[in-house]
């Protein structure tokens, strides 16, 4: 069985603090990580992408793989009140399949 | 369009009828998928094209959804007597290849009454 676990919050950060946001995953071999932002009644939108070990930083999002622990963390730095939202953790198990997504951890940064 | 084009945005039907849904990928993308995202559910995955190879229909929960891409660009979801606990957000995603980066479209949200 594929599965995708996160903590479904909410998670609640002031502004300008850092959030941080976890994911595990079931499969030992699974190749791609993904980071989507889904804002309430809208589509998901892609943060990050992350296929290798350690550290992947673009602006003020950090994703950090670990496939010994089965384990990927998305880091948001100086949170802001438009950050809130709900961040979709998935994972393509294998070549040529779909997303299996998590069920979401909501964020809530406050003013 | 630049995007992945869904339509309806919103579909009302009554239970028992029929529905058509339509995703028009980003071009050139060989890859589409959809999805379904029910109230309090996680996005759970349906279906996969993959260019002309055989679709990938493992999600479907029952026989009375299907789906069809042809000529290897716009797909139509279709779920024949539809039943309440089909009402959800429907959403269709492209990639480039396999595996690449799915774009997401702003999905049709059904209300099956």
């Known amino acids: 069985q594929k599965e995708v676990e996160q903590n479904s919050g909410p998670l609640s950060v002031p502004e300008g603090a850092i959030a941080s946001l976890n994911c595990t995953y079931s499969?030992?071999?699974?190749?791609?990580f993904f980071w989507y932002r889904q804002y309430s009644g809208k589509s998901p939108e892609l943060i990050m992408s992350i296929y290798s070990n350690g550290d992947k930083e673009d602006g003020r999002f950090t994703a950090q793989l670990n496939k010994a622990s089965q384990y990927v963390s998305l880091l948001i730095r100086d949170s802001q009140p438009s950050d809130s939202a709900t961040y979709l953790c998935?994972?393509?198990?294998?070549?040529?399949?779909?997303?299996?997504f998590g069920k979401g951890t909501t964020l809530s940064v406050s003013s | 369009g630049a995007g992945v084009s869904q339509s309806p945005s919103n579909k009302v039907t009554e239970k028992g009828k029929d529905v058509e849904l339509r995703c028009d990928p980003i071009s050139g993308h060989t890859a589409l998928y959809w999805y379904r995202q029910s109230l309090g559910q996680g996005l759970e995955f349906l279906i996969y094209?993959?260019?002309?190879?055989?679709?990938?229909k493992s999600g479907l929960p029952s026989d009375r959804f299907s789906a069809e891409r042809t000529g290897g660009s716009v797909s139509t979801l279709t779920i024949q007597r539809t039943q309440q606990e089909d009402s959800a957000v429907y959403l269709c995603?492209?990639?480039?290849?396999?595996?690449?980066?799915?774009?997401f479209g702003a999905g049709t949200r059904l209300s099956v009454l």
């Open positions: 499969d030992r071999v699974s190749q791609s």
């Open positions: 094209f993959q260019g002309n190879s055989a679709p990938d």
């Open positions: 995603a492209s990639s480039l290849g396999a595996g690449d980066i799915q774009y």
């Open positions: 998935a994972v393509i198990f294998q070549a040529g399949t779909a997303l299996i």
